[in-house]
C-alpha cells in the first residue's frame, strides 16, 4: 500500500527493507519461482562477477513486458514472457548500473522480481517493477526503477530504525546543517525533483511548530526522484546520459546523508 506522498510502486523504497544490500545479496536465483527454502524472494542480488552487458537503452518490450503483468501477473505470463524479462528489463539495468558504477561509487545490486507473498492477502507472485541499487552506505544511495510507466530514476536514504531517524532530525534542526539540507533539498525542487519521504500526520514532539524546516524534520525518511516516460530517448544508449545527470544533481543530497546522520553499517534494519 502507498504511503502518503510517495510515487507510485517506488512507495517504500525497496532498499529500506535491508541493511547493507551487500550483506543481502545470495547469487542469483532462477527467473521463474525462486527455490523454496532458498533466501527470501525480495532479497537484492550483488553484482559482483556478473558478465558485464553494454546499454544500449530500455526498450520499448521492457515497459510493455510490466503492462502486461499488472494485467496478468501469474507464472504463465512470467513463463510466457521470461525472454522479454531478461533481455529487454534486467540486462539492460545491470548494464546501465554497471557502467554509472565506477563513477558514482558503492555497492551495485539487483532486486529480485518476486514478491514477499507470505503474509499478504495479495498472492500475486511478481513485482510490477524492476529495481536496482547503488549503494553508498546502507540504505543510502542512488536508485533506479524499470515499470510500465517508464524509468524512475531517485536517491536518497531510507532510516534504518528510529535511532537513526532521530539522528536525521537532530541534523535538520542544527542551524548550519539544517539550512544546509534545506538548500540542496530546494534546489532539487526547483530542478524538478519530487521530494519524497513518510511524515509524521503533525509534528515530532517538542519541535516547535514554526520551527522554519518543519517539512524536512517531520520525514522519517527523505529522497528525490524524477519520472521519464516510455519513449524513443529511453530506447537507446542516451538514456545513460539522462540518469548521470540526475544522479549528479542527487549528489549533494548523498553527500549531506553521508556526512550528517550516516547510518551504522553493522545494522540490519528496523521499522523507523
Same mark, same amino acid.
Given at each position: 500500500?502507498?504511503?502518503?506522498?510517495?510515487i507510485?510502486? =517506488?512507495?517504500a523504497?525497496?532498499?529500506?527493507?535491508?541493511?547493507?544490500?551487500?550483506?543481502?545479496?545470495?547469487?542469483?536465483?532462477?527467473?521463474?519461482?525462486?527455490p #523454496?527454502?532458498?533466501? @527470501?524472494? %525480495?532479497?537484492?542480488?550483488?553484482?559482483?562477477?556478473? #558478465?558485464?552487458?553494454?546499454?544500449?537503452?530500455?526498450?520499448?518490450?521492457?515497459?510493455? =513486458?510490466?503492462?502486461?503483468?499488472?494485467?496478468?501477473?501469474?507464472?504463465?505470463?512470467?513463463? /510466457? $514472457?521470461?525472454? *522479454?524479462?531478461?533481455?529487454?528489463?534486467?540486462?539492460p539495468?545491470?548494464a546501465?548500473?554497471?557502467?554509472?558504477?565506477?563513477?558514482?561509487?558503492? %555497492?551495485?545490486?539487483?532486486?529480485?522480481?518476486?514478491?514477499?507473498?507470505?503474509?499478504?492477502?495479495?498472492?500475486?507472485?511478481?513485482?510490477?517493477h524492476q529495481?536496482? =541499487?547503488?549503494?553508498?552506505?546502507?540504505?543510502?544511495?542512488? @536508485?533506479?526503477?524499470v515499470?510500465?510507466?517508464?524509468? +524512475?530514476?531517485?536517491?536518497g =536514504? @531510507?532510516?534504518?530504525?528510529?535511532? $537513526?531517524?532521530?539522528?536525521?532530525?537532530?541534523?535538520?534542526?542544527?542551524?548550519?546543517s539544517?539550512? #544546509?539540507?534545506?538548500? *540542496?533539498?530546494?534546489?532539487?525542487?526547483? /530542478?524538478?525533483?519530487a521530494?519524497e519521504?513518510? %511524515? *509524521?500526520a503533525?509534528?515530532?514532539?517538542?519541535?516547535s511548530?514554526? $520551527?522554519? #524546516?518543519?517539512?524536512?524534520?517531520?520525514?522519517?525518511?527523505?529522497?528525490?526522484?524524477?519520472?521519464?516516460?516510455?519513449?524513443? %530517448?529511453l530506447?537507446?544508449?542516451?538514456?545513460?546520459?539522462?540518469?548521470?545527470?540526475?544522479?549528479?544533481? +542527487?549528489?549533494?543530497?548523498?553527500?549531506?546523508?553521508?556526512?550528517?546522520?550516516?547510518?551504522?553499517?553493522d @545494522?540490519?534494519?528496523?521499522?523507523?
Amino acid at each position: 500500500m502507498a504511503v502518503p506522498g510517495q510515487i507510485g510502486p =517506488f512507495c517504500a523504497p525497496e532498499w529500506a527493507r535491508f541493511g547493507s544490500l551487500a550483506e543481502a545479496g545470495l547469487g542469483e536465483w532462477m527467473l521463474g519461482a525462486p527455490p #523454496r527454502g532458498y533466501g @527470501h524472494p %525480495q532479497w537484492p542480488v550483488t553484482c559482483a562477477g556478473r #558478465r558485464s552487458v553494454r546499454f544500449g537503452g530500455f526498450p520499448a518490450a521492457a515497459f510493455d =513486458f510490466y503492462a502486461g503483468l499488472r494485467a496478468d501477473n501469474s507464472r504463465s505470463y512470467w513463463a /510466457a $514472457h521470461r525472454d *522479454v524479462y531478461q533481455d529487454s528489463v534486467r540486462a539492460p539495468l545491470a548494464a546501465l548500473l554497471d557502467d554509472l558504477a565506477g563513477e558514482f561509487g558503492g %555497492q551495485v545490486s539487483l532486486f529480485r522480481p518476486f514478491r514477499d507473498v507470505r503474509f499478504a492477502r495479495d498472492k500475486s507472485p511478481y513485482k510490477t517493477h524492476q529495481g536496482g =541499487f547503488i549503494e553508498i552506505a546502507p540504505g543510502v544511495g542512488y @536508485h533506479l526503477q524499470v515499470d510500465a510507466d517508464g524509468l +524512475l530514476v531517485s536517491g536518497g =536514504f @531510507h532510516a534504518r530504525d528510529a535511532a $537513526h531517524t532521530r539522528e536525521y532530525r537532530a541534523a535538520v534542526s542544527e542551524s548550519g546543517s539544517g539550512e #544546509r539540507l534545506a538548500a *540542496v533539498v530546494a534546489s532539487l525542487a526547483q /530542478a524538478g525533483f519530487a521530494i519524497e519521504g513518510e %511524515q *509524521v500526520a503533525t509534528r515530532p514532539r517538542g519541535v516547535s511548530p514554526d $520551527h522554519p #524546516r518543519l517539512g524536512l524534520i517531520r520525514r522519517k525518511w527523505l529522497t528525490a526522484s524524477r519520472r521519464y516516460p516510455p519513449s524513443p %530517448q529511453l530506447a537507446d544508449e542516451s538514456a545513460a546520459a539522462r540518469v548521470r545527470s540526475d544522479w549528479a544533481q +542527487l549528489r549533494p543530497l548523498i553527500a549531506w546523508i553521508t556526512a550528517c546522520c550516516p547510518p551504522p553499517r553493522d @545494522h540490519h534494519g528496523a521499522d523507523a
